[in-house]
């Protein structure tokens, strides 16, 4: 036995017999020929799903046919909410017909009485829209009902429900789903609710009294009561003895007074929610006693009255919204509350003594000060001030036991915050949250308590905020720092900054302005090489983590004459400051020359070069470098070991930082790190020590799916702006010589710098300009199953652009590789093209043009301008017709138009397939011209 999802060619499945098929989802909407010919091809379906389904027999109906053709159905689910307007008609069913049914879901049913459904003897769960302007549903003695949620359409007007034979446990009336506006006005004709009912819901709106008689079961436990309209409650409908454990009522608009003692009866309740919008009360609200323990109203200001009858000792979570300042005195009573949340429109002065309140919340309202009784508090661990105006907390020097505040004045203008002076008298305080338009650092701010945080909107600056504050960086820096920081929006706009501001923030880590710390190093190291240059005599102190490995660094000590001291004393003359740096509040740039790893690098090779280094090494260099070059990574570990003793040159830099980043050997990468140390300036250091990888970005994802250059070209357009385009550039070049795609990075820029025509002029091949090899999209074609190659002709502009990474993936044709060249052919197949490129019209002296496996669905009509075209590929694009065009390439002698029509998504090169075929006036015309075309 199995399930089976219909999405496509459901004609092969209907053409078939499948007894082993007890479960069918049904998602489409190719037609079926009636239920009796589904029923057929599956006869023990047990369970049907319906989330889209085309016309039945001509009609889009569940009727008496389909429940006679699956008499053996226990489960329908008929939701098709999101596709189509699937309805269902259960007038003239046969109970017989229903007999099986326990579970029963339709989204809509165009008949009013439903009660053949209220007496099956095993449907428990019914959930169903009904569309008509009256609903009945009586139930009978023989139902098994547990469950049911009727949700009303637009349409009803009126309800005539009697479920008292029937065992529901969960009753849901009216809307049923959050989003959806109440249905109405619906008249109560008829409400009878079972006698074992356990949870009610009810969302209408309604203009007429509910049943005078209605009165709800001492059974239930929860209820959920949405009203629109002014119809009045019955006073008794909470039963005579309600015990309930939840209510919730939601009395929408303008509605009629909620009955004097409605909630008299109560004795058990725990969880009350009164969202009212303009609901008079009528005498008491609760009885005294109720053993609430958490409360939530919400009324218009003034329509409570009575407060001072309002006992609830059990009460511990209380949420108010409409009440008056004058109205707050009967929470003397309830002693044990931990959470008050009030919304008090008006000045209030007094609030009682509430002994347990660990947490206070006030929102949108105005008070001179926090009250008396609020401040002299010493267990309140959260206070929340939200919209309030507030000149001033208050002496709140004796709330020793904050632990958070939070306060978002009115339009987050930080000038409408109170003092916050006192917070410095708060040992315990954990947390400042402050919701703000930020303008300047307050000083009150730093005398937090040690950990404690400060929660502003401006993540960046907190994090700045943490560290220097934490700092040997005395308060008025901290703050002349911060403020500066305030303006700075992106890293690039930082100014020039102390050696102090650097060394806080590189010991932190805080990588948001690495950039600008290894710029200021480097301008501090270039300083010191002038006026205090490294070498024989020197004593160096290593601080963070170096470039340079210790046994390399004692190795060159003795080769140069310098010495390594492990403290950092007086003997010490020069700081190699590295990443993460340690107790740089001893750092004294004043004291101590401050380097890096490129003033050591330039003196190691300049005092003492290893033999690589030298010029008489050139041969042994190349050897290396075709090592490095190999694509087997065996003979990149020997390059690196002899690196490692014979030096690095410049030309080994880009092949090296190659290794560095598409090799998943991490001792490899701790290696040419090493060796790279202190090499070139200061960006390319950046991306030696940053963990951008590109090991994973070649190959199938866990989708099975090729990523093609995609992911490479993604990453590396994401780096642009810290690596810089050169770095970039060259790497695109060394990643395409090593695997042949990955330079559509450079083939997408649009500037013609000498960097980008020096790196195109590789796929100039005689007369030839192969943009197809540089867009190295034949990888993804080579490595792809016949299927997936009819997906790539299908949509190539998606498929081929895995994940989009790419963009709009638009390149463009240098003029200058025209100028410079003679081109006759030029190759565009597979570059993702659904036009012509830009800087294409510098080459209409070609002979031959191909612009295969791309999505042309046109060409336009200037094409006529490569006149002198005697061969033109236009196989797998997308043409619809035979560009009229081609009338006018009078040279033609050869034409491709293999698979130039688009393939269909399913079947493919099948039946449904229309080939592009020359005209007959085309043949006519060139009886010299060799076309190829589908058979």
């Known amino acids: 036995m199995g399930d089976l999802r219909l999405s496509f060619n459901l004609e092969d499945y209907l053409g078939g017999h499948h007894p082993d098929i007890t479960e069918l989802e049904l998602d489409t909407d190719e037609p079926i020929p009636s239920w009796q010919a589904l029923a057929a091809s599956f006869p023990n379906l047990a369970r049907i799903k319906i989330r889209e389904i085309g016309p039945?027999?001509?009609?889009?109906?569940?009727?008496?046919?389909?429940?006679?053709?699956?008499?053996?159905?226990?489960?329908?689910?008929?939701?098709?909410?999101?596709?189509?307007?699937?309805?269902?008609?259960?007038?003239?069913?046969?109970?017989?017909?229903?007999?099986?049914?326990?579970?029963?879901?339709?989204?809509?049913?165009?008949s009013g009485d439903i009660s053949v459904l209220g007496d099956l003897p095993l449907l428990e769960s019914l959930s169903i829209e009904v569309d008509a302007p009256a609903i009945r549903f009586h139930t009978g003695a023989a139902s098994a009902l547990k469950k049911l949620q009727l949700v009303f359409s637009e349409s009803v007007r009126q309800l005539d429900l009697d479920l008292a034979s029937a065992p529901v446990a969960k009753l849901d009336l009216g809307s049923g789903t959050y989003y959806r506006q109440l249905p109405g006005p619906v008249e109560i004709q008829r409400l009878r609710p079972p006698a074992t009912l356990s949870g009610l819901?009810?969302?209408?709106?309604?203009?007429?009294?509910?049943?005078?008689?209605l009165q709800l079961p001492p059974t239930l436990t929860d209820v959920e009561i949405n009203l629109q309209g002014k119809a009045t409650l019955p006073p008794a409908m909470l039963g005579p003895q309600p015990r309930l454990h939840r209510l919730e009522m939601s009395l929408e608009g303008e509605t009629a007074p909620l009955p004097a003692g409605f909630f008299a009866g109560l004795s058990a309740l725990r969880y009350l929610k009164l969202n009212m919008e303009r609901t008079p009360v009528e005498g008491p609200l609760l009885p005294a006693g109720l053993p609430l323990t958490e409360l939530h109203y919400h009324n218009a200001p003034g329509l409570l009255g009575e407060t001072d009858t309002l006992q609830l000792p059990k009460l511990e979570i209380v949420w108010l919204s409409g009440v008056g300042g004058d109205q707050l005195a009967w929470l003397a009573h309830s002693r044990k509350v931990r959470y008050l949340n009030i919304h008090v429109a008006e000045n209030f002065h007094t609030l009682p003594e509430l002994p347990a309140l660990k947490d206070f919340a006030l929102r949108d309202?105005?008070?001179?000060?926090?009250?008396?009784?609020?401040?002299?508090?010493?267990?309140?661990?959260?206070?929340?001030?939200?919209?309030?105006?507030?000149?001033?907390?208050?002496?709140?020097?004796?709330?020793?036991?904050?632990?958070?505040?939070?306060?978002?004045?009115?339009?987050?203008?930080?000038?409408?915050?109170?003092?916050?002076?006192?917070?410095?008298?708060?040992?315990?305080?954990?947390?400042?949250?402050?919701?703000?338009?930020?303008?300047?650092?307050?000083?009150?701010?730093?005398?937090?308590?040690?950990?404690?945080?400060?929660?502003?909107?401006?993540?960046?600056?907190?994090?700045?905020?943490?560290i220097l504050r934490a700092s040997h960086l005395d308060t008025a820096r901290v703050l002349e720092y911060l403020q500066i920081l305030l303006d700075v929006r992106r890293p690039t706009e930082l100014p020039p900054m102390p050696a102090d501001f650097h060394l806080v923030l590189m010991a932190a880590k805080l990588n948001r302005f690495k950039a600008q710390h290894k710029t200021w190093l480097r301008g501090e190291a270039e300083k010191n090489e002038r006026a205090r240059p490294f070498g024989a005599g020197s004593v160096l102190f290593v601080c963070g983590r170096s470039g340079f490995r210790d046994t390399e660094l004692r190795t060159r000590a003795a080769e140069i004459g310098?010495?390594?001291?492990?403290?950092?004393?007086?003997?010490?003359?020069?700081?190699?400051?590295?990443?993460?740096?340690?107790?740089?509040?001893?750092?004294?740039?004043?004291?101590?020359?401050?380097?890096?790893?490129?003033?050591?690098?330039?003196?190691?090779?300049?005092?003492?070069?290893?033999?690589?280094?030298?010029?008489?090494?050139?041969?042994?260099?190349?050897?290396?470098?075709?090592m490095l070059a190999s694509p087997d990574e065996s003979a990149h570990k020997v390059a690196v070991h002899m690196l490692e003793q014979g030096g690095v040159t410049e030309a080994m830099r880009i092949p090296l930082f190659l290794i560095l980043k598409t090799t998943a050997d991490n001792e490899l990468r701790k290696q040419v790190r090493h060796l790279l140390a202190g090499i070139g300036n200061e960006a390319f250091q950046l991306a030696v020590n940053d963990r951008i990888l590109f090991h994973t970005c070649r190959g199938r994802d866990e989708r099975d799916e090729l990523?093609?250059?995609?992911?490479?070209?993604?990453?590396?357009?994401?780096?642009?702006?810290?690596?810089?385009?050169?770095?970039?550039?060259?790497?695109?070049?060394?990643?395409?010589?090593?695997?042949?795609?990955?330079?559509?990075?450079?083939?997408?820029?649009?500037?013609?710098?000498?960097?980008?025509?020096?790196?195109?002029?590789?796929?100039?091949?005689?007369?030839?300009?192969?943009?197809?090899?540089?867009?190295?999209?034949?990888?993804?074609?080579?490595?792809?199953?016949?299927?997936?190659?009819?997906?790539?002709h299908w949509h190539p502009t998606r498929e081929f652009n895995y994940d989009n990474e790419l963009g709009a993936a638009r390149s463009y044709l240098p003029a200058a590789l025209a100028e410079r060249h003679k081109i006759t052919r030029l190759?565009?197949?597979?570059?993702?093209?659904?036009?012509?490129?830009?800087?294409?019209?510098?080459?209409?002296?070609?002979?031959?043009?191909?612009?295969?496996?791309?999505?042309?669905?046109?060409?336009?009509?200037?094409?006529?301008r490569f006149a002198d075209l005697e061969e033109l590929d236009l196989s797998y694009n997308h043409f619809a017709q035979f560009p009229d065009v081609l009338f006018k390439l009078t040279k033609l002698k050869r034409l491709d138009l293999r698979r130039a029509a688009r393939d269909d998504y399913d079947s493919g090169y099948g039946r449904e397939y229309q080939p592009l075929l020359a005209p007959q006036a085309f043949r006519k015309a060139f009886p010299q011209c060799e076309i190829l075309e589908d058979i």
């Open 56 to 110: 039945v027999g001509g009609k889009l109906l569940i009727d008496s046919d389909f429940f006679a053709a699956f008499p053996a159905l226990a489960e329908l689910d008929a939701d098709t909410r999101d596709s189509n307007a699937l309805a269902a008609d259960l007038s003239g069913l046969n109970p017989a017909h229903l007999a099986k049914l326990q579970r029963l879901k339709i989204e809509s049913c165009r």
């Open 201 to 213: 819901k009810i969302g209408l709106r309604s203009e007429t009294p509910f049943p005078a008689d």
């Open 365 to 466: 309202s105005r008070l001179a000060s926090l009250p008396e009784s609020l401040r002299r508090n010493t267990r309140l661990q959260g206070l929340t001030l939200l919209g309030c105006t507030l000149p001033e907390l208050g002496d709140i020097r004796t709330m020793s036991g904050l632990k958070r505040i939070w306060i978002a004045p009115p339009r987050r203008d930080q000038r409408a915050l109170p003092p916050l002076d006192d917070i410095a008298h708060l040992p315990g305080l954990e947390q400042l949250r402050l919701d703000i338009d930020l303008q300047h650092f307050d000083p009150a701010w730093m005398s937090l308590a040690p950990g404690a945080e400060l929660g502003l909107d401006e993540h960046k600056l907190v994090e700045a905020y943490r």
């Open 562 to 626: 310098f010495s390594i001291s492990r403290k950092l004393d007086d003997s010490v003359t020069h700081v190699l400051l590295g990443s993460a740096p340690r107790a740089v509040d001893l750092l004294d740039s004043e004291r101590f020359a401050l380097i890096d790893d490129t003033s050591l690098q330039q003196c190691f090779t300049a005092e003492a070069p290893r033999f690589l280094q030298q010029q008489a090494s050139a041969g042994m260099g190349d050897s290396i470098l075709a």
């Open 707 to 792: 990523r093609g250059q995609c992911v490479m070209v993604g990453k590396l357009k994401r780096q642009r702006r810290k690596w810089g385009d050169t770095l970039c550039n060259d790497f695109a070049r060394a990643y395409f010589d090593r695997f042949g795609e990955g330079l559509m990075f450079v083939l997408m820029q649009r500037e013609e710098t000498p960097q980008r025509l020096a790196i195109l002029e590789s796929l100039v091949e005689g007369e030839t300009l192969n943009w197809r090899r540089g867009a190295g999209f034949d990888r993804v074609l080579e490595a792809a199953s016949e299927r997936e190659k009819q997906y790539l």
């Open 827 to 864: 190759d565009l197949g597979a570059c993702l093209l659904t036009a012509l490129p830009k800087g294409i019209e510098h080459y209409t002296g070609l002979r031959s043009l191909s612009i295969s496996f791309n999505a042309f669905e046109k060409l336009p009509a200037n094409f006529s």
